[in-house]
């Protein structure tokens, strides 16, 4: 009965017309794979709060790329450069500015984002590590007093134990292909994928007895993972 239930939440959002008011409708702009890891990293970073004023952030902040991310990063002059007015909420200029230097230097040593989160997953093949060594990277190449701590709220740091909903998010669109997502990526398998848990997610979640816990954090992340796979092993978090 539940199962059936889900199946039709399932039909209900999984479809092309969610893309249109959901963040991964940056990820559905552009066709090359760097252009979707760049799009996609950011738009997941910026994915809180009320959806319609960080969605019309990130549409600023891409159309001072020209649209055109990856060739923005590669190109991008930390020294000189036109981001401005891109404040949103914790997190200020300076704080994208880090995250787009270090975005070039990946770039500048790699072909793909996908190889840092690659490396990450395959020391443990253990998802939450592989967001560790991630963050990790960030962190030891931010230059000292250059951020603020909105740059941290953009990318916490998995040893806090939070729920990581936007890495999850992001995950599950460069993971899954469906009509939503865009399975860019091969090297997680869907089965090991974790729940983008957020409070909305908690609350339906509560409701239909898959969530016992009170928090919202990474054991409760674990616990309805692991009671969504009750329902399809292979690929939990469609649901």
């Not at 740059?151 to 729920?163: G, I, V």
């Not at 997502?181 to 983008?196: A, M, Q, R, T, Y």
């Amino acid at each position: 009965m539940l199962k059936t239930q889900l199946d039709k939440y399932i039909l209900e959002y999984e479809t092309k017309d969610f893309i249109k008011d959901d963040p991964v409708q940056f990820v559905h702009r552009f066709q090359t794979k760097q252009d979707n890891e760049i799009s996609g990293f950011i738009a997941s970073m910026f994915a809180y709060g009320k959806r319609e004023v960080f969605i019309s952030k990130l549409d600023y902040i891409f159309n001072i790329m020209d649209n055109k991310p990856f060739e923005y990063v590669k190109s991008f002059d930390y020294k000189s450069n036109n981001i401005n007015s891109c404040d949103y909420r914790f997190s200020k200029d300076c704080d994208l500015v880090q995250i787009l230097k270090i975005l070039n230097k990946l770039y500048s040593e790699n072909e793909t984002l996908e190889s840092l989160f690659k490396f990450g997953y395959e020391q443990r093949n253990d998802v939450w590590h592989m967001f560790q060594v991630v963050v990790d990277y960030f962190y030891s190449n931010v230059e000292d007093k250059s951020v603020t701590k909105g740059f941290y709220h953009l990318l916490p740091d998995p040893k806090k134990k939070s729920a990581m909903k936007r890495f999850n998010m992001l995950l599950r669109w460069f993971i899954r292909k469906s009509e939503v997502d865009i399975g860019i990526w091969n090297f997680v398998p869907k089965s090991e994928l974790l729940i983008p848990l957020d409070t909305h997610v908690a609350k339906i979640s509560r409701s239909l007895e898959l969530l016992k816990r009170n928090d919202n954090g990474f054991e409760s992340v674990i616990e309805l993972t692991n009671n969504l796979k009750k329902f399809d092993k292979d690929d939990p978090i469609k649901y």
